[in-house]
């Protein structure tokens, strides 16, 4: 698989992380939430940015972003999910692009495409899908949302995805073995 630039996408707890480490080990995995996470820690771009342009509630007292309450009131007031992403996007998207024009192939995961889409050309595009109610089971026991935080991400996440067309759609709570042979014949 040299020479793929592949792009797997989703909405939170779709199984977008687990399929990509499954089906794509051997690619460099490329998880731009990851890539978020580590511009917010303390003393990087994206939380030297949050912290000139966010209120002190949105920092612990030991100076850690509260990305609970960040991430509640993103998704509760459009505005404010604007502002913060026109902070952080293009910081991800700078780090991303560090990162891809030093790679032949890689995987990029990804909940967020509306800008990937505008600036990286992808050869192969896969969407993954899960029941919602199996979605939220999952970030309910991993990050510890809000039944409604939750589905206002997902609703959200979704509504971007009519940007992109994919090359392929993976049910991460369908039949493994029947769709692993279907994505077989478009590798």
């Known amino acids: 698989m040299l020479g793929r630039k592949i ?7 779709s199984g977008k992380t687990t399929f990509s480490k499954e089906i794509f080990s051997r690619l460099p995995l490329l998880e731009l939430d990851e890539i978020n996470r580590n511009l917010i820690e303390p003393g990087n771009p994206g939380y030297i940015q949050l912290k000139k342009n966010l209120s002190n509630e949105y920092f612990e007292t030991d100076g850690q972003i509260n990305k609970k ?17 026109n902070i952080l996007h293009p910081l991800i998207f700078s780090e991303l692009q560090k990162i891809i024009e030093k790679k032949d192939s890689y995987v990029v995961i990804s909940p967020l495409i509306k800008l990937l889409s505008k600036k990286i050309k992808f050869d192969l595009k896969i969407k993954v899908i899960c029941n919602i109610n199996d979605q939220i089971k999952r970030v309910e026991s991993r990050d510890s949302l809000e039944k409604n935080i939750i589905k206002k991400i997902i609703a959200y996440q979704e509504n971007n995805y009519e940007l992109i067309q994919p090359d392929f759609i993976f049910d991460s709570a369908g039949d493994l073995e029947e769709q692993l042979i279907k994505l077989k014949k478009i590798l």
């Open 69 to 85: 309450k960040l991430k509640n009131n993103l998704f509760n007031d459009n505005v404010f999910r604007e502002k913060i992403e």
């Open 7 to 13: 792009l797997i996408y989703g909405s939170i707890g």
